[in-house]
């Protein structure tokens, strides 16, 4: 009986497992394996694929655009995560409050997840862009700008923030949002009432209920958002690619994008792969940490 | 120690009203228990007291001042919950010491004062556990510690003993009596348990649909109901009511029949509804009104055994000190206590004089 129960469990599960091993398993591995390979597609079928150990690791590392890569991309995901928890937070205290006309506020606070990050970018593309940006209409209008800014073209930069780097940032936030505030709002009706009424006879203010009772009891729900955001933010591609493609200056190049251009670019398919292990292994890093406090809750 | 005055009190929640006009004084030091049937409207007063429900007119006086407008802070009262709704990533400590922290005390004090009240409580031993840690009476005790660190001039109750097994409800009964009498702080106490009202009131004050059916001491109550609900409401097993007419000669003739010398100096033709207790029923010639009926139900529970008999149509519960020898299907006599009796106007429902 226990052997057919277990049996039918595995059964069930098989076509996830599958479907994740060859979408999933299969092509990483292919893609650590290559790192260690030369294997450059133009020359591949003459000289073939030889293992050439860390070598193409060492010459990305070496390659200025790709550390600058990482540098964005650490900055990007940081800078997205820290902006969509926060607004998170606030917007999910705004869906869950009770007011005439809450259906629609969650309906627009929800809208951008119906958009697909590709069709996302494509849109922000045409809202920011210089000459015919709304944003830049408003602000003139408003007497609050002289000329146009120009949202991803602007090299000016201050280390390495730009704005083209704020605007790529502000649309994977507006993107991102629904998703965390869909979690952060079901963590936050979980938490009893009677706790916060408890905590105003108590005498909590507003800020001190949410300082001493929402945060601290959403700080699981908080843990497993920020890791999944950096896991996602790490390898993040399509909304720095099609907004800027990484430019301009490679001020918005992100590793994903490194490893793209080099491969369907410059069709160096070990540099890609060398590239996108070493995204591999930051990512690999927050998974320990999310995994090992899964199995802690567990237990 | 502190005085409350409900004047004139409604609350409305849009259409419904859910209390319609409510008027209370709880004098200084007063345990004071709010009981009656679920949806009376108990729990409502309560809140409104606490500051956690707005008050649609009246006005709640606390001490004297009106606290209608006051956030619950500001009211200097503390409250225990159903839930006891403890805070659940704190420890026994911290949540006690939480109210202290929050006024802006040192760290020194606040553990000073939480150490006094675990004492009290016997919860000095738990300060370092987290309320999953601990059965459900401990919880219910740090609940109360929590309450009694602040030193609050009033304390309200939300039937706090109904998440409790019936043998820990009998003693944290005691301990929230003894803590009053240490005290002294004024208690407003929500139930709907009848025997909690009776053994912990100084006053009780019976609630239906919102609005107040009587207010007194626990015994007066009981001995001397104002109407036919706070009858049947207070005592367990409850008052046996039997509806009956007046008859020309000023007796009392029940729907089965059967006359009993009552109710003299009624209007003929009255319709009334008797009552009596089933304590004040014997089984043996106590000088009361005697009645032949037949035994339907034998419950012992003890130290007293309760009979469910059949008068006529009426069935007539008797709970008689220790043991009977009779059993289901006997037909015996019971003995009535005339001064025991109840007449009750049977459509409004008001205690009659006799």
């Not at chain 1, 940006?133 to 000329?147: E, T, V």
């Not at chain 2, 006997?330 to 001064?339: L, P, R, V, Y």
Request: net charge negative.
């Amino acid at each position: 009986m226990e052997l057919r129960k277990n049996l039918f469990c595995y059964l069930m599960v098989a076509p996830a497992l599958l479907i994740t091993l060859a979408l999933g398993i299969v092509p990483m591995v292919t893609s650590l394996w290559w790192s260690f390979l030369d294997y450059d597609l133009i020359q591949a079928e003459t000289a073939g694929e030889t293992f050439v150990g860390w070598r193409n690791y060492q010459v990305v590392l070496s390659d200025q655009r790709f550390v600058t890569s990482l540098v964005n991309t650490v900055v990007m995901t940081v800078m997205v995560m820290a902006l969509v928890v926060a607004l998170g937070l606030l917007l999910a205290h705004v869906m869950n409050a009770k007011y005439r006309g809450r259906a629609i506020v969650r309906t627009l606070i929800c809208a951008p997840w119906f958009v697909p990050p590709v069709v996302a970018a494509a849109i922000w593309v045409w809202m920011l862009d210089t000459d015919r940006s709304p944003i830049n209409a408003l602000l003139m209008d408003w007497g609050l700008i002289d000329g146009n800014l120009r949202f991803l073209t602007d090299t000016t930069d201050a280390g390495p923030l730009s704005l083209p780097l704020a605007s790529v940032v502000a649309v994977r936030v507006w993107n991102g949002l629904p998703f965390v505030v869909i979690f952060l709002l079901a963590g936050m009706q979980s938490i009893s009432r009677s706790l916060y009424e408890a905590a105003s006879i108590d005498g909590a203010s507003l800020i001190g209920r949410f300082r001493y009772i929402t945060l601290p009891l959403l700080k699981p729900v908080l843990g497993v958002i920020v890791m999944l955001l950096l896991i996602t933010g790490f390898g993040h591609f399509e909304i720095n690619f099609i907004m800027t493609g990484g430019g301009p200056q490679d001020m918005t190049n992100v590793a994903a994008v490194y490893a793209y251009q080099q491969a369907f670019n410059f069709f160096r398919f070990d540099y890609a792969s060398a590239a996108s292990g070493v995204v591999f292994l930051m990512t690999s890093v927050i998974c320990i940490f999310y995994i090992r406090a899964q199995i802690r809750k567990d237990k | 120690m502190s005085t409350i005055s409900v004047r004139n009190v409604t609350k409305k929640y849009g259409a419904v009203t859910a209390i319609p006009d409510l008027s209370l004084e709880v004098t200084k030091g007063e345990f004071i228990v709010l009981v009656g049937p679920s949806g009376c409207g108990k729990s409502t007063l309560l809140r409104m007291l606490a500051g956690l429900e707005s008050i649609t007119e009246g006005e709640v006086a606390i001490d004297g001042e009106v606290v209608n407008n006051m956030m619950p802070r500001q009211r200097n009262i503390a409250m225990v919950f159903q839930s006891y709704a403890l805070y659940p990533h704190m420890t026994v400590a911290g949540n006690m010491g939480f109210s202290l922290k929050l006024d802006g005390a040192d760290k020194a004090e606040v553990a000073e004062r939480v150490n006094e009240v675990a004492k009290i409580l016997a919860l000095d031993s738990l300060l370092d556990r987290k309320p999953a840690q601990l059965s459900g009476g401990q919880r219910q005790r740090v609940a109360m510690g929590r309450s009694i660190v602040r030193d609050p001039s009033v304390f309200l109750f939300d039937e706090p003993l109904s998440n409790l097994d019936a043998k820990l409800r009998v003693q944290m009964r005691a301990e929230i009596k003894s803590l009053h009498n240490r005290l002294g702080t004024t208690i407003v106490y929500v139930t709907h348990d009848q025997i909690e009202a009776m053994t912990m009131a100084d006053r009780i004050v019976v609630m239906n649909a919102g609005t107040i059916e009587q207010v007194g001491a626990p015994l007066d109550l009981y001995d001397q109901p104002a109407n036919r609900f706070v009858a049947e409401f207070l005592g367990s097993p409850s008052m046996n009511l039997i509806d009956g007419t007046i008859s020309d000669s000023g007796t009392v003739v029940l729907g089965s029949g059967l006359e009993l010398p009552l109710g003299a100096s009624l209007r003929a033709g009255a319709e009334v509804t008797l009552g009596i207790r089933p304590e004040y029923i014997s089984l043996s010639d106590t000088g009361g009104m005697k009645v032949r009926c037949m035994v339907s139900v034998i419950e012992p529970t003890g130290p007293a055994t309760i009979l469910v008999v059949e008068m006529g149509d009426e069935k007539v519960t008797i709970e008689v000190t220790g043991r009977v020898a009779h059993r289901v299907g006997d037909f015996i006599d019971i003995w009535m206590a005339k001064e025991h009796c109840h007449l009750f106007d049977t459509s409004s429902g008001i205690r009659l004089d006799q």
